[in-house]
């Protein structure tokens, strides 16, 4: 990012500057408080590379860093999950930057290095601090050592990740973000960009055009989004009852603003930010391609596949073309898409998109869909139906197919082995495992589906409830703090009752369930916790120990269920 030296060039940089001080400063004034996104998580990413050809480095050994990565939240489960890889996070904002270092040196963590940085310095700080340009593939054990507050950024990453920034910066910084992408990712490295994409935020676009005018004369801050929200709840109103394209896409947008009224942070961000460049999916993968840079995949699979669309609204789009970038964004055509999550490869990087046994046999399996009936019969030719996490209903009358999620929902939190399921169906089955190529197809179309997920390695799950259960020392540390705790799958939970944020304090493996009851028992007799029994409150503290054994038992199952409880 030289500046040349003539008059434009000096213009530009000045303008370009401005700008940064601008994000700086609303970051600083509004920080955002960052939080696990599962999507970034180098486990996923690695399962995705592997499943499209690639061969990457493993999430117990790698090196990662986070574009505009805020106060660290994404990256610091993963550095306690993963104590040999090295995680590096730069951001603009001091102040994000700071809060984050602080959560860093709570959970001692040694691998994960947060600096104020702009995405526009990474290159001329990492060059004048190591003296010139490193060799290149250098997968080596000095990028995994520990940092030193002025070691250099190391030269090469095997994961880069960059989730909310890319709409929300200037072009100059859109395309520092593709050359970082370029210059530093490792030859099977994977990148993750999100964006805001056409066409649903035309839409979108329309209501931050109108939130940000009558806003504008107030400075960044609680006011200013308090006022854009009372703001759309009015241009709501002004077409209540209306049936019309604008009074739904309005109605749309209140209920956007109410559904994220807790994170005004997020709202002010989303709708308030001076630079707001939503792009199309076809000229996003022709940027990255101008790069030296390839699409891989969407980091969730199911939004791209058209043939998750109606069948003969698939077969259209085929008939369109057979061309996967175009396929894809016919899709978003179709689905009005409002935002990707895009990972990138380097353009020579060979990818092979075949699901095959081989590949599979590298991965494990997991899956949250639930059967809907009580009476699942995996055997015999009825249909049965399956809900997923997000709803959605996935039903089968293939014996395979219900045997394999049968087999999936008995294992769940834990994540099994190709081979382990095979014999698990075959068990469900009473008959012989199946066919590998049976198999493998199957898990394609539920993987394109997104009724499974693929992991490169198991997740640390306990799968039942022990005599003395344990959450990770991050979840202790982060139900102190806030609301907020990771899970296992590196997914957020949200500890709204403050009972459950007691017990996950103190699950650190040595309590036994009567001593939990004995420590929860002391916290409702000091008057520090309320218990009820079906929502009614209990008065008689006789009654206290029965009720609290009975509550033990249920919130330790259910944090079993939401994958909170390690082995
Ligand atoms: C919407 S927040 C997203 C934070 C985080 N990645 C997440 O998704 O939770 C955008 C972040 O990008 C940072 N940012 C914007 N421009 C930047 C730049 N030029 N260099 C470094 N960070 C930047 C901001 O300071 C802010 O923390």
Known sequence: MDCGGNE??????????????AVRDAYDSVPYPSASQHHTHPDHLAALAILNGLDPAPAQRCRVLELGCADGGNLIPMAAEFPESRFTGIDLSPKQIESGRAAVAEAGLANLDLRVMSILDVDTTRRSAVGGRESENNRDDAALRPPTPDSPLPNQFDYILCHGVFSWVTPEVQEAIFEICRTHLAPHGVAYISYNTYPGWHLREMVRDMVVFHTRHFPDGDERTARAFEFVQFLSETSAGGGDAHALMLRTAREHFEEFRHRPAYLAHEYLERTNA????????????????????????????ADNLAPNIAARLHQFTSDRIELEQYVDFAANRMFRRTLLCHANARLDRDVTPKKLRRLYVSSRAKPVSDTLQPRGTGSESFRTERGAVFSSAHPLAKAALSALFAAWPEAIAFDTLRSNIARLLDEAPPDDD?????????????????????????????????????????????????NQHHRVVRLDDPFVRFMVRHLNGTRSHADLVRLLDAEVTAGRLDVSSDGQPIREPQRIPAVLQALVAHHLRQMTEYALLVE
Not at 8 to 21: K, P, Q, S, V, Y
């Open 8 to 21: 434009d060039m000096t213009g530009d940089l000045a303008r370009i500057r401005d700008e940064e001080r």
């Open 438 to 486: 049976a198999l493998t197809d199957l898990l394609a179309s539920l993987h394109a589906a997104g009724v499974i997920t693929l992991h490169a390695s198991p997740p640390n799950c306990a799968r039942g409830v022990s005599a003395f259960p344990r959450v990770s020392a991050l979840a202790r540390l982060q139900a102190a703090a806030g609301l907020l705790v990771t």
């Open 278 to 305: 939503p792009i199309y999916f076809h000229e996003f993968a022709e940027r990255a391609a101008g790069h030296g840079l390839q699409y891989v995949s969407e980091a969730e699979p199911a939004a791209m596949e």
